[in-house]
């Protein structure tokens, strides 16, 4: 019988080890995507993103004598009806580490047992399964840098390439439309301009890779605290939805390494951070909903989503350069540079003393590269609360960041229009992106910040010691 492919975060045809092994067993196979409850509660960007995902990922199995077929509705009534369909007996994956996804694929393998057929799982979507990699006395590890220390010399399979042919089943089943799903409905304008900036696909990513480790890993250390320039991979997007496989980033990094790059270890200690995201979801998934520090829940964080300085700071009018020059990128790109993440998320979390979960939904909302656990590790580790955060105490400046990653200013050019006699396109961009209703104008006056930066501080940091932290 045939094998049905359920694809969910892995739409490549290279380096993915469910796919291959599929290829070879010769058995027809039928890749398919279920529209799932999880899919439809994505944020809107992402959800936009995942859609032109599909288009083209079912472009490259088009190439190899297959297509994508789209389903909607419960995965398990979903698979129930096409293998009754099809008769295919078997349904295979690449895992996930969430904890709906888990239960969901477990529950699964189950069902599938008790009809005698088989579910099975492969790796795939990060490199060192978080089952894996252990500390001494049989924990998981809270702490980075022994994570990395434990990984950083492990051998990583090295990616097979695409397979040349897939075996169709003798008739292909029935497929939804991808343009009925309406994956970008909820974009309002914004989608305009994502389409800009969005590199789709995987055929873009290792395009993509290629550049970076040939022109921009030799300087990566230096560039990439640096938000206007272009010195990070990028690949954020494509690995979000598996357009790459980390294992393919492993091996050109360890390859310029040995080229003598000398940013190339960096890049590596970055892709482990992902592997870590995972790793610390897996284990301890509150980190996804939950303080992970347990006496945090005592913090008096604000949680109104609607205040108005939560609202001027998801806008870009905080009256504060470095965060509104990212939260504008943020908008208009899908993605903004790490060193804009920490900074806004810092901001609001310290400066504007906001629940760090209001900040993570709205870049759940907003990335093109949004991933679950990076999203909530990251907003955990600048709120403070989360495993090897930083501090609480220690409050980014936002202007002494900038002085020193952005000394030109060409960063706050690129995305502040206001003030400015001819406005950059990027800046521009940013008015066609948002809705007409937040009414806002390139002529606009340059808000004024709702706490200075001074008194922002010394504000969290009394909270904070005031709570006997
Ligand atoms: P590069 O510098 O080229 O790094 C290569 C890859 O390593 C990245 O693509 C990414 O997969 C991984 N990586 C790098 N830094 C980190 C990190 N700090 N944590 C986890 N993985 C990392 N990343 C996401 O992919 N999705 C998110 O939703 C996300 N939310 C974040 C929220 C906050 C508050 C913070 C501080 C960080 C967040 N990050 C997130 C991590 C990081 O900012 C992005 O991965 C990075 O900016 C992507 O750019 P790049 O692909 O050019 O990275």
Not at 196 to 214: M, N
Not at 219 to 242: C, F, H, I, Q
Not at 258 to 273: D, I, N
Not at 362 to 380: H, K, P, T, V, Y
Request: glycine letters at 10%.
């Amino acid at each position: 019988g045939a094998i049905i492919l359920w694809l969910r975060q892995d739409l490549r045809l290279s380096g993915h080890p469910a796919l291959a092994a599929a290829a070879r067993t010769g058995r027809p196979v039928i890749p398919l995507f279920i529209r799932d409850g999880q899919v439809d509660g994505l944020g809107a960007a992402a959800k936009w993103r995942l859609g032109q995902g599909l288009e083209s990922f079912d472009r490259r199995l088009q190439g190899i004598g297959a297509r994508l077929i789209l389903r909607s509705g419960a995965p398990e009534e979903v698979l129930k009806t096409l293998r009754a369909e099809t008769g295919a007996c078997d349904v295979w994956w690449t895992r996930r580490y969430d904890p709906e996804g888990i239960a969901i694929d477990t529950a699964l393998k189950e069902s599938l047992k008790a009809e005698g057929a088989i579910g099975k799982s492969f790796p795939g979507h990060v490199m060192f399964e978080p089952w894996t990699v252990e500390t001494k006395t049989g924990g998981y590890y809270k702490v980075y840098t022994p994570f990395w220390n434990a990984v950083k010399l492990r051998d990583v399979p090295a990616p097979e390439p695409a397979p040349k042919a897939l075996t169709p089943p003798e008739t292909w089943p029935e497929s939804e439309r991808l343009q009925e799903w309406q994956m970008g409905a909820a974009m309002d304008r914004g989608a305009r301009v994502l389409r800009h900036y969005a590199k789709v696909g995987e055929e873009a990513a290792l395009t993509r890779l290629g550049d970076f480790a040939q022109d921009w890993i030799g300087d990566y250390v230096k560039n990439r605290d640096l938000p206007a320039v272009p010195g990070t991979s990028g690949l954020s997007e494509n690995l979000a939805l598996g357009e790459i496989s980390p294992a393919t980033c492993w091996h050109a990094g360890r390859r310029a390494m040995e080229e003598g790059a000398a940013g190339a270890e960096t890049f590596l200690k970055e892709l482990v951070w992902r592997e870590y995201a995972y790793h610390l979801m897996y284990h301890s998934p509150r980190i996804l909903t939950a303080n992970w520090r347990e006496e945090w829940e005592a913090f008096p964080w604000r949680t109104d989503p609607g205040a108005p300085e939560v609202l001027a700071w998801k806008q870009g009018r905080t009256g504060v350069d470095f965060v509104d020059a990212a939260m504008r990128e943020l908008y208009t790109t899908g993605t903004m540079h790490n060193r804009g993440r920490m900074i806004v998320a810092s901001y609001l979390t310290k400066h504007l003393m906001t629940h760090w979960r209001i900040g993570m939904d709205w870049f759940a909302d907003c990335l093109i590269d949004w991933d679950r656990a990076s999203n909530a590790m990251g907003w955990q580790w600048s709120a403070g609360s989360g495993p090897d955060a930083t501090p609480y105490f220690r409050v980014f400046n936002p202007d002494t960041q900038l002085a020193k990653f952005d000394p030109k200013g060409l960063y706050t050019r690129r995305w502040i229009a206001e003030g400015q006699g001819e406005p950059e396109e990027e800046a521009l961009q940013f008015y066609e992106a948002i809705p007409r209703s937040w009414g806002l104008r390139p002529g606009d006056a340059r808000p004024e910040p709702a706490i200075t930066l001074a008194q922002g501080r010394e504000r969290a940091l009394e909270a904070y010691q005031s709570r006997g932290f």
